[in-house]
């Protein structure tokens, strides 16, 4: 299947959940994905103050962790209206649609292919 080409953004918040798996070596070797991901996604998006105070403010369930917070607030600040990730916790986050990575239909109408 050939999916095209995204316009994709990622923040350090992303790249810091990466490079903690890739340390801790729980799934394997991963050595090198952060950095390879930082540049396939470069210039990486900062967490800024903006971004800090949004996902304080941000009116979820309690269930939705704080990083996860900053993953929204980074997308609504930024004005990024989709988010790839498998985690559903954010279908309970208004402003911002997901698309599981592992749902190949959903794929294709994001990519437009």
């Known amino acids: 299947m050939s999916l ?8 350090v918040a992303v790249l ?3 490079w903690h798996l890739e340390l801790r070596g ?3 070797d991963l050595t090198g994905l952060t950095a390879d991901v930082r540049a396939l996604f470069a210039p990486v998006l900062a967490v800024t103050d903006d971004i ?6 941000l ?3 309690a269930h939705i962790g704080a ?3 900053v993953h ?3 997308c609504l600040v930024m004005d990024i209206p989709v988010i790839l990730s498998a985690d559903a916790g954010f279908d309970e986050i208004g402003g911002i649609r997901r698309v599981d990575p592992l ?4 794929l294709e109408q994001l990519l437009g292919s």
């Open 72 to 74: 929204a607030a980074t």
């Open 16 to 18: 810091e959940e990466i």
């Open 103 to 106: 749902d190949e239909k959903a």
């Open 67 to 69: 990083n996860d917070r």
């Open 59 to 61: 009116e979820v369930p």
């Open 52 to 57: 800090f105070g949004r996902a304080l403010a």
């Open 4 to 11: 095209g080409q995204a316009d994709g953004r990622t923040s």
């Open 26 to 28: 729980s799934l394997g």
